[in-house]
């Protein structure tokens, strides 16, 4: 009886919903006491969202600047390679390259085609800098004299 009793209770008479999804009823949020209600956090990872976009957005312009290519998608994938070139993250670069719906389609292919135009950048750099180092020795030691 008292079961029936405290379920009447819980229950709108017109709906026959819980009062809960009515919102009369507030239960504490099941994981309070982390970082607040789940509608903050939302806003919050919604503002770090758009904060990340617009990072992008200006990675994108910032790369974008003196690149002239025959077509949209080889101006996008030159961005992306600078990028690369530049050691941003895959991620960045994933982004770079949604700015065009047909890099996009070009998937794992445009990926790999960045993976590869990076590792090349950096064997070059490894080149270029141990080339250097090898000039900077020359210099320091004096020519042997016959």
């Keep these: 009886m008292q079961g029936d009793r ?28 982390r970082s607040g209600p789940p509608q903050a956090r939302a806003a919050e990872e919604i503002k770090v969202s758009i904060s990340e976009g617009a990072k992008h957005q200006n990675l994108y ?15 996008t994938l030159e961005i ?23 890099a996009q389609q070009f998937g794992d292919k445009s990926e790999q085609f960045i993976k590869t135009v990076s590792q090349a950048a950096v064997r070059k750099t490894q080149a270029e800098s141990s080339s250097e180092q090898l000039r900077r020795q020359s210099q320091k030691t004096p020519a042997l004299e016959r």
């Design 6 to 33: 405290d379920h009447a209770e819980m229950m709108n008479d017109a709906t026959n919903r819980p009062l809960e999804a009515l919102g009369r009823i507030r239960r504490p949020y099941p994981n309070q006491g």
């Design 80 to 102: 992306a390679r600078n990028a690369a070139r530049d050691g941003q993250p895959m991620e960045t670069i994933v982004q770079i390259l949604s700015h065009d719906p047909k």
């Design 61 to 75: 312009s910032h790369y974008a600047q003196g690149v002239e290519a025959s077509s949209p998608v080889n101006k």
